[in-house]
């Protein structure tokens, strides 16, 4: 099971050009980790998302938001990951899943959109949909599970209590980033622009930036207001002032990356220097070289200073 979990996951991060055959049923670890929880209110998050374990990795945080005609459900883990997510659901409320919406692309957040059906209300930023187009799980006849809906800017959703507030300020992780927003419980759900507390993983192949992720990250800090809880990729809740304190990091880096280049140092160089600054404490390099590292971030920060 292991190595299927690692497949999977460089998959789901675009990391890997592999195509695992079947569907292997998740082991006991990861139907343990993926657990329900409530955040607030009317809002639970369905977790399993950490990277190590592996073998307990099921994909991104799940958002689970129960409003008065049905449930809106964020992001929905790796393919088969389905029937546990709704399992989960239903310890909490018998309403029906209503609303699918996609923080982005990568299949360890869009990989069970198929289970919920072709009827479901799916929604994502336009960039996104394109994104996902590419991607086996959605060509040919998987084409009618493409989100129905998507939107430039900014897009409101329901009303009252059961608003969800979905914005989009540049390119980051990939080029269609969701910052989606609850606002009557103050909660945001950031998908992989704050994965974890570790440099990003950029997928250039899908419009990612490492230079826009930290201005990105600012614009969203600058503009949303009234929340003070962050729903994050891949590791527990954190705070608003934490999100704040990622946009500083990141920011950072590219500053780094930005004067070794200037200093004409290379590559290897560069990444060879990098060491997490002092204030940013409980912060590392990378949770996995596979997704992120000082050498590759440092090279997408060059490629894209050149152009």
Partial sequence: MKRVAVLAILMGFGCLP????GFQAPSAKALAATKIEKLKDNLYVITGSGVDPLDAFSGGNTAVFITESGVVVVDTKLPGWGPTILDRIKSVTNKPVTTIINTHTHNDHTGSNEFFGATVDSVVHENTKANMA?????KGAQAKFLPKRTYKDKLTIGKGKDEIDLYYFGAGHT???????????????????????ALPYIDTGNGGSAVAHASTLAKVVATVKNVDTIINGHIPTTTFNELKEYADFSQDFVTF???QMKAGKSVDQAAAEYKVPAKFKGYVVTVNEQFASAKSNVKVVYDELKK
């Fill in 18 to 21: 592999l195509i695992v055959s």
């Fill in 134 to 138: 590419k991607m086996d799980e959605f």
């Fill in 175 to 197: 080029n269609g980033d969701s910052f989606v927003v609850f606002p009557a419980i103050r909660t945001m759900h950031v998908g992989d622009m704050f994965a974890w507390k």
């Fill in 257 to 259: 990356a930005r004067n």
